[in-house]
């Protein structure tokens, strides 16, 4: 059995985060984001004056486990309870599954429901249940 952390602080100053970078990233360029979007058009055919924006975006993304590191000393435990198949496969899902749903989380259910996106919150309801059936039957089928 999977046993998952109650971690309600770490959740809220997480979300808080996430919220405020939304609305720092919109107030600074007037976009939306779209981490999937954003990191989709890294790529052909994307290819513009806004390509060194997205590329920082991304980037900082990346850089986050680091400069936490560095400012704590350590970085929190994660553990995954699944192969390299799984994660690979589960990764190439949400990609697909992002372009198809035009946005992942983030854009749907942070800066779409907060716009009052009716798209957006189909796509997050969707999301909710595709991620409860996944636990589901990752803690009672596997």
Do not use: K
């Not at 998952?4 to 939304?22: K, R, V």
């Amino acid at each position: 059995m999977i046993v998952t952390p109650f971690t309600p602080m770490a959740s809220l100053l997480g979300g808080a985060l996430i919220g405020l970078a939304a609305v720092l990233l919109m107030w600074a360029t007037g976009r939306i984001a779209g981490v999937s979007g954003i990191a989709a058009r890294l790529f052909p055919p994307y290819e513009d004056r806004e390509f060194a924006g997205r590329l920082a975006f991304v980037a900082g993304l990346v850089a986050a486990p680091v400069l936490v590191l560095l400012v704590t000393g350590d970085l929190p435990v994660q553990t995954i309870a699944a192969g390299p198949a799984v994660l690979i496969v589960g990764g190439l899902l949400t990609g697909f599954g992002s372009v198809w749903g035009s946005g992942c989380t983030s854009g749907h259910g942070v800066c779409g429901l907060s716009r009052l996106s009716v798209r957006s919150l189909v796509a997050t309801m969707t999301f909710m249940a595709a991620g409860m059936a996944t636990v589901f039957v990752m803690r009672h089928w596997s």
